[in-house]
């Protein structure tokens, strides 16, 4: 019989406690903020896809995901370093 009423007691206690801290937890309001480019994203991705193929003469095509501005400049530096080679 204490067994039963200790067992309760200690679900009793763990049941407030956790309600209360997931209340408090869900309560709080979250901040979240987002970086905003300056300027417009894409028309910055489609100039810089056009001067690498005027560059180099390869058009950069969005397949499953976009081009992002870093690296078409890899690609740019990596073509360049590579432009008097040929394999």
């Known amino acids: 019989m204490t067994k039963k009423i200790s067992f309760l007691i200690f679900y009793w206690v763990f049941l407030h406690v956790f309600l209360f801290h997931c209340e ?6 979250k901040s979240v903020h987002f970086m905003k480019h300056p300027g417009n994203y894409r028309d910055e991705i ?3 896809k056009e001067e690498f193929a005027d560059r180099f003469g390869y058009e950069l095509i969005d ?3 976009e081009w992002r501005p870093w690296e078409i400049k890899k690609l740019s530096i990596a073509f360049s370093k590579s432009s008097g080679k040929h394999f």
């Open 24 to 29: 408090w937890i869900c309560s709080r309001k």
């Open 46 to 48: 489609n100039l810089l």
């Open 63 to 65: 397949l499953e995901h």
